[in-house]
């Protein structure tokens, strides 16, 4: 046991020392300034350019404060638990019915969106929000295929198609290279469409079906991710990844960009896929319904809407914004479904309690067995 | 007193590396020419630039910063007591207490407070609600480490301090802070690397425009991270070993050394 | 002492009743509640237990509590082998080095989680460990380390050199040293770093989601999907506090060994 020494004291002081140099920080740390005109959006991040954001900070004279989700679970989780001071928010289909059950949304008002004729007709009057009485559609994902089109041209696979992940021929030749994502609505709902099923089936026979066809596919694959697909796609380590279109746009580019020896290449399988619609609603807690609202307008205007698609390569649900998007984007089918596609594009939808929790326990074993 | 062999600067050099090969990886791609980095292009400090021109990535590391060094203080003051009546008074309940919020998953630990403060406490989320979450959490890790540090040592020095006549704030003073304070320091590093890494509680506790770092960053997973991280988690790292650094240097009678 | 005792006990005590017990009891009573239509909870009716029969009577999530602890117990284990060489060597540095040594230890975890296990990623990769339970052990033992290392090394740094030089006198070799002298006086160190790792690695979730393949899920990632996937709170809670009082009787169990066992070792010393 060694006694209490006069160098312990000097460990006393330099712990108190320790404690002060936390005030050394304080400068870096700059205190928000206080309030004025602000609109608070909780959005995913990077949806919205900085220079569109800047001219519509010019055009209101008021701040965009930004506050980011990377799911739409979460934000749900995080709204139903009770956060609040959102004025606007970006959730998919399912999660704005959901919202709108949960009395979580102000109506919007048709009367302060003079750009709302811009909208394409076929985003108008969704299931989830008929009428539109919540909710202005902004951009649109599909949940696809990505590969590296390099590696498929030598192997001789199919890439517009289920099969490329699920038939046991195809997996042969990518053994552990390729990534499905870590999501039982969607992965079941890929192999579901395999099957010649719909995404919203509540049969649970067929659920089982499609349960088994991804247990028999599993071995073959490397993981479930839902992010690192992008970085591993672009830098080659996987070759086949089950993802969302503006992800694989994203690691399209990237791999472009940083000059790789191979492409991406990103294509809706002909069985059909999950399409994702993102629109803006107006949280019930948020402070500043005005500014909510002429938000949306000016993201209506052409100019301004074609930025998501220009920026991460998303669908777009305004017809005005189409003369303002990169052809090579606008005339990309995987990003843009030509007519005949569409029929075969679902959106998920939430299923009742009984059924969620049924699925769920499918999910644990497929990640399980 | 014996030197330390060359076996045991061998392990743990092994050790330090397997610590610091990672990060070289982080630092190196901080000054790499490639958004992608999957290779070295070339040497840029582009990514400090950029850094540098965004203020929303800056004020989040600044917040994180201030809410690590407030909260680790605090945490280490409440967990250092904890650890203390833990060992001199042996409450059978209170290492229950102390450990269950370190045996809680940090989602439902994140889920609970935010119902907390919204539903029973009615309070508004921002810096104050990330800063009660993060002490809440690093108090058992320093409950634990300063009763491991008292577990063991002799009663007998408290009550001679006692004996003697000493207020009990003089014998803590006099003998059991310059005991435990190895391990307030390293409860205090803990807390702190616990606090300025946490995102699942921060997340649901994180108020309108309140921001920290690892919600910065987490958000943008789905961007495809950017070696614009990669230079802020070095710029960070950077000033944590400088902060530290000029402490001890402020405090000259480290610097003789162990008798 | 009485007035010490409490002054000393309370503020710790009523900080985690009220910031952590009074909310942990909210999301226990909703562990016996059913989930709502669209996420949250349903209207209250009566308590049920769905929840946990739902767990009960099913045997592939007992599996998956054993899988967690395995991993946890192996991640504890490889921390200790790794951290004692380290702890010990920087217990025994002058103290002026001892400082800077510790502050290396922390040093790493001041950059960001994610940064840090996307270099994991970036090594792993090339190597064909990346998506495998290696590299969850792996990116497993990297994240909780350093709870390993600060308790052992506070504890050893305690130690009288005093008692190594009188065991050296009367002839005992260097192993014999170790396992006699400094090995049993170091219980209390890798106990509470046992703690401080064991417990966590249960409940994480990112690294078998970001390093792990097909078959890596643990406890912690079925608690999350269950938040933020599934829109399930009941089972979540319900998966969480079966989690949580696993752990704390294991806990129970250990302390009440370790009491026995430094009954043991106070002998030696």
Known sequence: MRPPSRQSHGDSLRSRRLLLAGALALPFWRVTRAAGDVLHLYNWNNYIGDATLARFAAACGCRVRQ???SDNEEMLAKLEAGAEGYDLLVPTGNAVESLIRRAALRPIDRERLPHFANLKREFLDPWFDPGNRYSVPYATSITLLGFNADRMRALGLPTDSWALIFEPECLEKIKGKVTVLNSQRELMAAAMRYLGHSVQERDPAKWEAAKRLILRAKPWWATFSNSTYIKDLAIGNIWVAHGYSNDMFRAREDAKAAGRPFAIGFATPQEGAVLAVDSFVLHRSGRRPDLAHRFIDFMLEGENAADVSNLIGAGNTNAAAM?????????????FPPPAMLPRLEMLRDFEPRLRRRLARMWTEIKVR | MKRPNIWLWTASLAVYAFLYIPLAV?????????????????????WYAKLLGDGEMLRAAANSLLIALLSSSIATALGAMAGIAMHRWRFRWLPFLVLTPVAMPEILLGVSLLLFFRQVLDLTLGFFSILVAHITFSIGFVAVIVRARLAGMDESIFEAARDLG????????????????????????????LSIDDFVITFFVAGVGVTTLPLQIYSMI???VTPEVNAVSTLLMALTLTLILTASRFAPDVLRGRQ | MNAT????????????????????????????REPGEFGGLAPFVAPSLEAYRFLFDDIIYAEIFARSFLVAALTTLICVVLAYPLAWLIARSPAKRRDLLVLLVILPFASNFLVRIYAWIMLLGPVNLLYTPFAVIAGMVYVHLPFMILPLYTNLEKHDPALLEAAQDLGASAWTRFWRVTFPLSLPGIFSGAALVFIPVLGMFAVPELLGGTGDMLIGNLIKEQFLDNRDWPLGAALSIMLTVAVLALAGLAAWGARRGLHGTEAVS
């Not at chain 2, 982080?26 to 582009?46: H, Q």
């Not at chain 3, 309370?10 to 909703?30: N, R, S």
């Open chain 2, 222 to 224: 789905k961007v495809a």
């Open chain 2, 166 to 193: 000493a207020t009990p704030w003089a014998s803590f003073r006099r003998v059991t802070l310059p005991l435990i304070l190895p391990a307030l320091v390293a409860g205090f590093l803990m807390s702190f690397t």
């Open chain 2, 26 to 46: 982080v630092v190196i791609f901080s000054f790499n020419d490639s958004m992608l980095n999957a290779e070295w292009v070339g040497f840029t400090l582009d």
């Open chain 1, 323 to 335: 003369a303002h998007i990169l052809p090579e984007i606008a005339g990309e089918p995987a990003i």
């Open chain 3, 5 to 32: 005792r409490w002054l000393v006990t309370l503020p710790p005590t009523v900080f985690l009743l009220a910031f952590f017990l009074a909310p942990a009891l909210i999301v226990v009573a909703a562990s016996f």
């Open chain 1, 67 to 69: 506050d980011y989700y």
